[in-house]
């Protein structure tokens, strides 16, 4: 979350200087445009001059507002954070640390509130995973080469995991992994837990936020040229 902080308050940092910037060419452009109005010119030049700010404003109260919702609500990580929080739908979560979708810690949730109660007791150095019913089958490496050469292996171990028992069983190879699963008739197909958390780490409140973040200022803007139209066509 700290990195997700950092570029918050950088944005908002940036956001200030060109609201300073377009302030001075919107009321530039708004006097010129509404010279000889009388009535009703110095509060649209007012409004004018406010609205960047109060764009920026929205924009800011929104990304908090949708982080808090992610956090407190949907138990989920703050968009832009190095630190991702990924609930499964089998009752267990992935934790993705220092911003790397490689290796993930695999736990199951102490109660509620889930936020990474129980990441004590976890599976850590996840890097392959697959969620079948009832089980989930992954391979385990500790290795930080992210971009091993060729032949170079990072998967050290693999595991079984009934979900209902919370029951682990390890392996050392792939075959041995498959062959334990076509006993409990499932056939492997791991991803990487990178794969795994873009499946069900977002949802559509997500993509909610671009359009929370850019309707009311669009939508303030539309007001702002029915306004000027008003001003113009008084003027005439």
Known sequence: MGLAIVLFAAAMLAGLVLSCFAAVVLFALGAWLTRGVERGRGGFLVVTVLFPFLCVAWMGAAYVGHGLVNVLILER?????DELDCPLPNGYSLFLG?????????????????????????????????????????????????????GDRIVDSYFLLETGSGRKTEFGTLAELEQAAGQAGLQPRLQSVGEVYTEYGRTWFDGALLWLMLVPPGVGAFCLLRWLGRLRARRA
Do not use: F, N
């Open 77 to 81: 990580s703050v968009r832009g954070g």
């Open 98 to 150: 220092q911003g790397s979708r490689e290796v993930a810690t695999l736990y199951r949730p102490a109660g509620r509130p889930r936020w990474r109660s129980g990441i004590q007791d976890g599976i850590p150095d996840v890097r392959l995973l697959q969620l079948a019913k009832g089980y989930m089958l992954g391979g385990r490496g500790r290795r930080l080469v992210e971009t091993p050469a060729a």
